[in-house]
């Protein structure tokens, strides 16, 4: 770690030469149609990019030679472009103007994003636009290839067969986490991303580059937007509300971004077949804060003060299950409560400096708290019964006999108290001919936990497990005699009871290096990497090489390719750390990832408009993995690296205007991903639980013909199940599937007041922009299943436990529902 600290104060300070740079200049001015000045426009060339500053000045250095386009954005407003053919140690003046966004539609052009670079762009109308009861980027992010979620509850997605915690999230360059403890989509509350705050997102299933975190799976890279005049913006639902205010001082150094949100569930989980008295409360506030010292320093501080709290009583559940053949009832009655509160508090500053135009360079601290407590007593008593299913019968659909009878008494205090620090430096140097980014990290975790869970289970007065102690004794005449004996005391199904803390520190750190360059009308790309990643609890460092070479190698044809391979350790955090019992291994090793990506960038022109069909085909070679059990959106880990896999899979995604005006698309996946259990290795390859064979999904956008107020948009989804097995099972019984997730959500929506418009109602010309919709919410109703709940059958024909046949009574999604909101803007 020595060396690779003195290699990066090395490359900082030879970067600060100024002899060795011999760039182009593009330089202008940016002003309305009306000749104001506009500030926080984004100029950009390929990978290169600024904004222009509050007098709508801009000067962009840059390595891109030859015939290039700078393309102006901002929202609200049109973009623009300019063909400039640049040369070397060149100065170019640009004054150009942007028209606001008007009534007619503007054109989604999917070749104006940048295809070289190895993220995907999200644009943010298509955000707004999603319809779902999650809805936000994690909403939106479902319907990309290689991504997939079964619980429309919660705003966790699974990656190319990762799970929940293989997924890096940034916010403005500083790492986000989700919660520790959370169970399921109901409990999980208001994500930490602000859709009412972004500025651009891009997102990459894997290959991504090196310059990103330690997962295995996926980076998501958010960034909030800078303010540049007053704006109030105010939204509310059956499902919550959200104020967002923002504002730059008359002299432009400080601006200010905050917002404040409310949700609450109860719509939804009423649709659910547990009766119950639900209050779950989730709120939370965010600022984003920026002061320019000078034109080259600047101060931004972001900040997360949320809490959701989740309170439910439940009375009684009635699940109707199995087939035709065999149609099953289960009714639970219930007593007790369940108290979960989710605290978390995150703070962040980080201070910019640019000493010369082609120099930046970035330090940053964050602490982030999470307070986690998990509070529940319930006790339950089941009966499971058969119903008749005899068409003529005047009780059909009706009980025709009792199948049996039981009780549970579910039981939990507990606690956690997680922080993490860190210090982060980052540096960007743009030379003649490439990008360095380079960067160090030193992150501390200081976490506590109590764990204290049990579970007790009551099958016709049997308590499983029923394991009555064997006596050995001898007889009179000296012969050995097996007698039954109770056992002393109570027997629980599980019980948990531990204690545990963890203190540990990491450096991290990276070196990159980016070109992109053409030959003729060819045009290439290459990005190439390394990063390094040190523990202190265990003493292990690991090193990830990673490397993307894109070409565009035809002339006549509009033809991307792009190869990714390198990579991707994974050190342990602290869920994988604890097993199931509350235990913590400190030994534990770094998971570790290989990842090779072959890419196909087309670009297709169908009814006069240009399609974007992206194709990627991937293998991720799987070593020291941890595995772990999935229950709903809770992962159990066996906190061993006790298995070794791979994931294999193919995704398609075409998207474009296939109604003029709007962008939608289709997504396709195909992929396995299986591990093989170093314990037992006769099994061979095995699927883990987020293998999932095919998904697809599809986002679609449409406007009445001849009014484009009123708009349609329309998310369609459909997976197949993935594994699950029975509780204390073997891996050789994690055969059994999930049913197929099915799902559609549609909304309508009226803008009743557009900007810059006159409303035919007065009132509503004091608004700047007013909206009304409907959603449906599942629109076939389709009853989706995200886990199970294992219950035996014992009768007095049967009281045998050991011996008794299980049932898997499935845990079921929302039902269809309807959803009225309102979206008003000053």
Same mark, same amino acid.
């Given at each position: 770690?020595?060396?690779?600290?003195?290699?990066?104060?090395?490359?900082?300070?030879?970067?600060?030469?100024?002899?060795?740079?011999?760039?182009?200049?593009?330089?202008?001015?940016?002003?309305?149609?009306?000749?104001?000045?506009?500030?926080?426009?984004?100029?950009?060339?390929?990978?290169?990019?600024?904004?222009?500053?509050?007098? !709508?000045?801009?000067?962009?250095?840059?390595?891109? $030679?030859?015939?290039?386009?700078?393309?102006?954005?901002?929202?609200?407003?049109?973009?623009?472009?300019?063909?400039?053919?640049?040369?070397?140690?060149?100065?170019?003046?640009?004054?150009?103007?942007?028209?606001? #966004?008007?009534? &007619?539609?503007?054109?989604?052009?999917?070749?104006?994003?940048?295809?070289?670079?190895?993220?995907?762009?999200?644009?943010?109308?298509?955000?707004?636009?999603?319809?779902?009861? *999650?809805?936000?980027?994690?909403?939106?992010?479902?319907?990309?290839?290689?991504?997939?979620?079964?619980? &429309?509850?919660?705003?966790?997605?699974?990656?190319?067969?990762?799970?929940?915690?293989?997924?890096?999230?940034?916010?403005?360059?500083?790492?986000?986490?989700?919660?520790?403890?959370?169970?399921?989509?109901?409990?999980? !509350?208001?994500?930490?991303?602000?859709?009412?705050?972004?500025?651009?997102?891009?997102?990459?299933?894997?290959?991504?580059?090196?310059?990103?975190?330690?997962?295995?799976? #996926?980076?998501?890279?958010?960034?909030?937007?800078?303010?540049?005049?007053?704006?109030?913006?105010?939204?509310?639902?059956?499902?919550?509300?959200?104020?967002?205010?923002?504002?730059? /001082?008359?002299?432009?150094?400080?601006?200010?971004?905050?917002?404040?949100?409310?949700?609450?569930?109860?719509?939804?989980?009423?649709?659910?077949?547990?009766?119950?008295?639900?209050?779950?409360?989730?709120?939370?506030?965010?600022? /984003?804060?920026?002061?320019? $010292?000078? @034109?080259?320093?600047?101060?931004?501080?972001?900040?997360? $003060?949320?809490?959701?709290?989740?309170?439910?009583?439940?009375?009684? +559940?009635?699940?109707?299950?199995?087939?035709?053949?065999?149609?099953?009832?289960?009714?639970?009655?219930?007593?007790?409560?369940?108290?979960?509160?989710?605290?978390?508090?995150?703070?962040?500053?980080?201070?910019?400096?640019?000493?010369?135009?082609?120099?930046?360079?970035?330090?940053?601290?964050?602490?982030?708290?999470?307070?986690?407590?998990?509070?529940?007593?319930?006790?339950?008593?089941?009966?499971?019964?058969?119903? @008749?299913?005899?068409?003529?019968?005047?009780?059909?659909?009706?009980?025709?006999?009792?199948?049996?009878?039981?009780?549970?008494?579910?039981?939990? +205090?507990?606690?956690?108290?997680?922080?993490?620090?860190?210090?982060?430096?980052?540096?960007?140097?743009?030379?003649?001919?490439?990008?360095?980014?380079?960067?160090?990290?030193?992150?501390? &975790?200081?976490?506590?936990?109590?764990?204290?869970?049990?579970?007790?289970?009551?099958?016709?007065?049997?308590?499983?497990?029923?394991?009555?102690?064997?006596?050995? *004794?001898?007889?009179?005449?000296? &012969?050995?005699?097996?007698?039954?004996?109770?056992?002393?005391?109570?027997?629980?199904?599980?019980?948990?009871?531990?204690?545990?803390?963890?203190?540990?520190?990491?450096?991290?750190?990276?070196?990159?290096?980016?070109?992109?360059?053409?030959?003729?009308?060819?045009?290439?790309?290459?990005?190439?990497?390394?990063?390094?990643?040190?523990?202190?609890?265990?003493?292990?460092?690991?090193? /990830?090489?990673?490397?993307?070479?894109?070409?565009?190698?035809?002339?006549?044809?509009?033809?991307?390719?792009?190869?990714?391979?390198?990579?991707?350790?994974?050190?342990?955090?602290?869920?994988?750390?604890?097993?199931? !019992?509350?235990?913590?291994?400190?030994?534990?090793?770094?998971?570790?990832?290989?990842?090779?990506?072959?890419?196909?960038?087309?670009?297709?022109?169908?009814?006069? +408009? @240009?399609?974007?069909?992206?194709?990627?085909?991937?293998?991720?070679?799987?070593?020291?993995?941890?595995?772990?059990?999935?229950?709903?959106?809770?992962?159990?880990?066996?906190?061993?690296?006790?298995?070794?896999?791979?994931?294999?899979?193919?995704?398609?995604?075409?998207?474009?205007?296939?109604?003029?005006?709007?962008?939608?698309?289709?997504?396709?996946?195909?992929? *396995?991903?299986?591990?093989?259990?170093?314990?037992?290795?006769?099994?061979?390859?095995?699927?883990?639980?987020? @293998?999932?064979?095919?998904?697809?999904?599809?986002?679609?956008?449409?406007?009445?013909?001849?009014?484009?107020?009123?708009?349609?948009?329309?998310?369609?989804?459909?997976?197949?199940?993935?594994?699950?097995?029975?509780?204390?099972?073997?891996?050789?019984?994690?055969?059994?599937?999930? /049913?197929?997730?099915?799902?559609?959500?549609?909304? $309508?929506?009226?803008?009743?007041?557009?900007?810059?418009?006159?409303?035919?109602?007065?009132?509503?010309?004091?608004?700047? !922009?007013?909206?009304?919709?409907?959603?449906?919410?599942?629109?076939?109703?389709?009853?989706?299943?995200?886990?199970?709940?294992?219950? +035996?059958?014992?009768?007095?024909?049967?009281?045998?436990?050991?011996?008794?046949?299980?049932?898997?009574?499935?845990?079921?999604?929302?039902?269809?529902?309807?959803?009225?909101?309102?979206?008003?803007?000053?």
């Amino acid at each position: 770690m020595k060396f690779f600290i003195k290699g990066f104060l090395c490359c900082v300070l030879f970067s600060t030469s100024p002899y060795i740079f011999a760039q182009s200049i593009v330089e202008g001015v940016v002003r309305t149609n009306e000749g104001v000045f506009l500030e926080n426009v984004q100029v950009k060339i390929l990978s290169d990019s600024t904004l222009s500053d509050a007098k !709508g000045s801009f000067s962009l250095l840059t390595n891109q $030679v030859g015939e290039q386009k700078v393309i102006f954005t901002k929202p609200d407003y049109y973009s623009d472009t300019v063909s400039l053919d640049i040369v070397s140690k060149k100065v170019y003046t640009i004054k150009i103007r942007l028209v606001k #966004s008007s009534t &007619e539609l503007e054109a989604v052009d999917v070749t104006s994003r940048d295809r070289m670079e190895n993220q995907t762009q999200i644009d943010i109308k298509t955000i707004e636009a999603f319809v779902g009861p *999650t809805g936000g980027v994690e909403g939106i992010l479902r319907t990309f290839a290689g991504v997939s979620s079964r619980n &429309e509850l919660s705003s966790q997605y699974s990656v190319r067969g990762g799970n929940f915690d293989e997924n890096l999230v940034y916010v403005n360059g500083i790492e986000v986490y989700r919660p520790f403890l959370v169970r399921n989509g109901q409990q999980e !509350g208001l994500s930490f991303i602000n859709s009412d705050m972004i500025q651009s997102v891009d997102f990459s299933a894997g290959g991504f580059d090196a310059r990103y975190g330690d997962k295995m799976s #996926s980076v998501l890279d958010i960034k909030y937007r800078r303010p540049t005049e007053f704006g109030l913006r105010m939204s509310a639902g059956m499902l919550g509300g959200a104020v967002t205010i923002e504002d730059v /001082s008359k002299n432009k150094r400080f601006d200010y971004l905050v917002s404040v949100r409310y949700r609450q569930n109860s719509m939804l989980l009423g649709s659910m077949d547990t009766e119950a008295d639900f209050q779950p409360r989730f709120t939370d506030i965010q600022a /984003s804060l920026n002061y320019s $010292v000078t @034109d080259n320093f600047t101060l931004s501080y972001l900040g997360n $003060v949320s809490r959701n709290v989740y309170l439910v009583q439940p009375t009684s +559940r009635q699940t109707d299950f199995g087939s035709f053949q065999q149609a099953l009832r289960l009714n639970v009655f219930f007593d007790g409560v369940e108290d979960y509160d989710f605290q978390t508090n995150f703070h962040a500053l980080s201070a910019v400096w640019k000493p010369r135009k082609n120099i930046r360079t970035q330090i940053s601290t964050s602490v982030y708290q999470s307070v986690e407590q998990e509070y529940f007593d319930v006790i339950g008593a089941y009966r499971l019964s058969e119903l @008749d299913n005899d068409l003529g019968s005047d009780n059909f659909g009706e009980i025709d006999f009792l199948r049996g009878t039981g009780g549970f008494h579910n039981f939990a +205090r507990n606690r956690l108290d997680a922080i993490v620090a860190n210090l982060d430096l980052n540096t960007t140097v743009v030379t003649e001919k490439s990008t360095w980014n380079v960067g160090v990290k030193w992150q501390y &975790e200081d976490i506590r936990d109590r764990y204290k869970e049990w579970e007790y289970i009551d099958s016709t007065g049997y308590s499983v497990p029923h394991q009555p102690e064997i006596n050995i *004794t001898r007889s009179d005449d000296n &012969e050995i005699v097996l007698v039954n004996s109770p056992i002393d005391g109570l027997r629980m199904f599980e019980s948990f009871d531990s204690r545990a803390s963890v203190f540990s520190h990491r450096v991290m750190g990276f070196i990159e290096n980016q070109r992109k360059w053409t030959w003729g009308k060819r045009e290439f790309s290459y990005s190439m990497g390394v990063r390094a990643h040190h523990w202190s609890l265990n003493g292990q460092t690991v090193v /990830s090489p990673r490397a993307t070479l894109k070409a565009k190698p035809f002339k006549d044809s509009d033809m991307i390719f792009r190869v990714s391979a390198g990579y991707y350790h994974q050190p342990a955090f602290y869920r994988e750390m604890r097993d199931l !019992g509350g235990n913590i291994n400190r030994d534990i090793r770094a998971q570790q990832a290989f990842h090779f990506v072959l890419g196909n960038d087309h670009i297709l022109n169908m009814w006069d +408009r @240009d399609f974007r069909l992206v194709t990627e085909l991937y293998y991720k070679d799987l070593q020291n993995l941890v595995t772990y059990q999935m229950e709903n959106v809770r992962l159990r880990y066996s906190a061993q690296n006790d298995a070794a896999g791979y994931a294999a899979g193919v995704d398609f995604r075409i998207h474009g205007e296939f109604v003029r005006g709007v962008e939608s698309w289709l997504s396709i996946s195909m992929m *396995t991903i299986r591990e093989k259990f170093d314990a037992f290795p006769e099994l061979g390859y095995l699927p883990r639980p987020t @293998d999932q064979f095919f998904n697809a999904s599809i986002f679609f956008q449409d406007h009445f013909p001849g009014d484009d107020s009123w708009k349609i948009s329309v998310t369609a989804m459909y997976g197949t199940g993935q594994p699950f097995q029975p509780p204390r099972a073997n891996p050789s019984e994690n055969i059994f599937r999930i /049913s197929h997730y099915r799902r559609v959500d549609i909304g $309508v929506y009226k803008i009743m007041k557009k900007e810059n418009e006159t409303a035919k109602w007065d009132f509503l010309n004091k608004f700047k !922009g007013v909206t009304v919709g409907l959603d449906v919410f599942n629109l076939l109703g389709i009853r989706n299943t995200i886990s199970y709940l294992w219950i +035996r059958e014992i009768n007095s024909s049967n009281p045998d436990v050991s011996t008794s046949r299980q049932y898997a009574v499935p845990n079921f999604l929302t039902n269809r529902l309807l959803n009225f909101n309102i979206k008003v803007q000053l």
